[in-house]
């Protein structure tokens, strides 16, 4: 791994994160309509709105990551190299992390829409389920035992065919849809770059996040390899 890589997806993240701000705040419109009598209806939301850059960014890092963790996860069963285990453990913990704001910032988002915190729908309980399966993952990897590895395998492969579900599910319900024709495909001009800045410089800051944990899963590997052998030499008691 390259000692610039961390530096230069900051840099990235950085740069993208000021500019994203600027462009959420004082570049995309707001968002409201007018009903046929010229006054504003109800899905008027204003600056409420603007947490959706954030929202749906957030979303869409998560599910990339949720399915390239389990991608790796399916090269660490089958070469049972351990820097393929490293790679799965650092992209679910930090997805965790993403899945946990994109569950904070929807129900806010919710809340400023539809005047409720939470509701038991389809892509509500999907996106809380896939994110307790990343959760899962954690522990399981961490206080497993010997077997950690395997079982955390199958649960991160799990949790990249869950991920698909939840796509698939929104556009449910109220939900703005996803794909080709959800709600990224319909935002106007002055919407969409925004929202693809956003979206690129939160990647951006995952990448770092993976690459500086990815370091020190390899340090830690690395130092109970030492101590082993120092153990089995006796040099350890």
Same mark, same amino acid.
């Given at each position: ?7 230069? *997806? ?24 007018? /009903?046929? &009598? ?9 600056? /409420? ?26 090269? *660490? ?41 939470? /509701? ?98 390899? &340090? ?18």
């Amino acid at each position: 791994m390259k000692k610039n890589a961390i530096p230069l *997806f900051c840099a990235l993240a950085a740069i993208g994160i000021a500019l994203s701000l600027y462009a959420v705040f004082f570049v995309a419109p707001l968002q409201y309509g007018m /009903n046929e &009598a010229g006054k504003l209806n109800g899905s008027s939301l204003f600056y /409420n709105q603007k947490i959706f850059y954030f929202h749906t960014a957030h979303g869409i890092v998560l599910l990339v990551a949720v399915v390239c963790g389990g991608l790796a996860a399916i090269l *660490f069963l089958r070469t049972r190299k351990p820097i393929w285990d490293d790679v799965t453990s650092t992209m679910i913990e930090v997805a965790a992390v993403f899945g946990a704001v994109t569950l904070i910032t929807g129900s806010i988002w919710a809340k400023a829409a539809w005047d409720t915190w939470w /509701n038991w729908e389809p892509r509500l309980t999907t996106s809380l389920l896939l994110w307790l399966l990343l959760m899962g993952y954690v522990l399981v990897r961490r206080f497993a035992g010997p077997s950690a590895d395997r079982i955390s395998a199958g649960m991160a492969i799990f949790s990249g065919v869950a991920s698909l579900f939840v796509y698939k599910m929104v556009g449910q319900d109220s939900h703005p849809a996803a794909g080709t024709e959800g709600v990224v495909a319909t935002l106007g001009p002055g919407m969409k770059g925004t929202f693809w800045l956003t979206a690129a410089s939160f990647l951006f800051w995952y990448l770092a996040l993976v690459v500086s944990r990815l370091q020190s899963t390899r &340090a830690e590997r690395e130092l109970r390899e030492l101590r082993e052998r120092g153990l089995d030499l006796g040099v350890l008691q």
